[in-house]
Structure formats: C-alpha cells, structure tokens
C-alpha cells in the first residue's frame, strides 16, 4: 500500500497568512493527487486534483504542486472559513490512501 | 446540483449486519463510479471501497480492513449506491460517507454526501 504522510499535523496562523501542507507518498503515484478540506461538523470538499488543478467553484488562493513522491497545498490570505482539516489522498492505486490529516487552527 | 444523500446508519452490535444507502441526484449517476469513505470519531478520512459501473462490469475494489466483509453494490434504475456491512466490529464505528468519482481520465472524488453514522456497540 501506499503511504501517505502529511506535515504538519497541526498548524496555527492568523487571519491573512499564508501556509504550506506538505504530503509525502512511499512511491511515485505521478500527479494522482487531491487535497481535501473539511470543516467540523460536515463533509470533505475536493480543493485540488491532478497535484495542481483546481476544482470547479475553489478560489484561487488554494493552489497545489508537485509530482512524484512530494506534494505540497498553499493557501493565502487566510480567511475564518479557511481554518479546517486539510486531506491529501492518493489515487494512482488500490487501495487508495489517504494522509492523516492537518488541522489548520487559529492563531 | 449534484447532492448525495447517506440514510440507514444507527447503533448495531458486535457481530451484527447493518446496509447503508446513499440517493444520488443532480447528475447521471449510472455515468461514474463511486466510493465509500468512512471517518472514525475524531480520526482521519479512511477509503473504504469503490464500485465501477456498468460499463467496468460494476467491479469492486476494497480496502483490506473490510475485505470479505462489507459490499458495494448499485441500482443505477434508482441512482442509489449501498454499502453491505457484515460482522461489525467496534472498530467499524465511524461516519461512512459516499462519494462521486469524477468521469473521465481522473479519479478523485468530486462530490461528497454529509455521511450517516454506524456505531457498533453492545
């Protein structure tokens, strides 16, 4: 299986910041990426797939990069709303795996 | 709009079968496949399995915990997805949510329902 290693595992900052998630595979899934974000209390909400492309309806101060192993989600200018738990899942093979998550708090 | 909606979660003993829908509106359900993801109290997001559709055969895929004890199955005739649950185990307590794999050459999961919660407990 492939594992899936997100850091931090939490993260403060303040209303305006901008921050990096970084996701690690075990093994090169090329660009077979997604970023998640959920809020408490509700579902998962696609950011980003493809590593970099941005779903329909996401503001651009989401972006993703990477390819291979190394991956990283930034988002500037941090509103409230953007405070959540962020997801990296892998999708390039069975079974698909997911990163444990960072929660992104309010300084 | 696209909208799934989970039903049938609810409190079952250790041992014990439990099924888990999930409605499908707002596209062409019998065009992708779909997912179950399920989220633990307070943990992280774990995949649970995939189902293709009709034209892959409507095969499955799982992950290994629940391999040989839960099924995916579809009706497509009434856009609704489920998840067959068999010998439950305290570890199987969690929110499952379903979710729409995006047609066309990438699979992540586009859409998600709100999730119904299993809890499984004597």
């Known amino acids: 299986d492939i594992q899936m290693t997100q850091s931090p595992s939490s993260l403060s900052a303040s209303v305006g910041d901008r921050v990096t998630i970084t996701c690690r595979a075990s093994q090169d899934i090329n660009t077979r990426l997604a970023w998640y974000q959920q809020r408490p209390g509700r579902a998962p909400k696609a950011l980003i797939y493809a590593a970099s492309t941005l779903e329909s309806g996401i503001p651009s101060k989401f972006s993703g990069s990477g390819s291979g192993t190394d991956f990283t989600l930034t988002i500037t200018g941090l509103q409230p709303e953007d405070f959540a738990t962020y997801y990296c899942q892998q999708y390039k093979s069975y079974p698909i795996t997911i990163g444990q998550g960072t929660r992104l708090e309010i300084k | 709009e696209v909208q799934l909606v989970e039903s049938g979660g609810g409190l079952v003993q250790p041992g014990g079968s439990l099924r888990v829908s999930c409605e499908a509106s707002?596209?062409?359900?019998?065009?992708?496949?779909m997912d179950w993801v399920r989220q633990a109290p307070g943990k992280g997001l774990e995949w649970v399995g995939r189902?293709?559709?009709?034209?892959?055969?409507?095969?499955?895929e799982y992950a290994a915990s629940v391999r040989g004890r839960f099924t995916i199955s579809r009706d497509d005739s009434k856009n609704s997805l489920f998840l067959h649950m068999n010998s439950l185990k305290i570890d199987d307590t969690a929110v499952y949510f379903c979710?729409?794999?995006?047609?066309?050459?990438?699979?992540?999961?586009?859409?998600w329902g709100q999730g119904t919660l299993v809890t499984v407990s004597s």
């Open positions: 979710a729409r794999v995006q047609s066309g050459s990438d699979f992540h999961l586009d859409y």
């Open positions: 707002g596209f062409i359900f019998s065009d992708h496949y």
């Open positions: 189902i293709r559709k009709k034209a892959n055969s409507y095969t499955t």
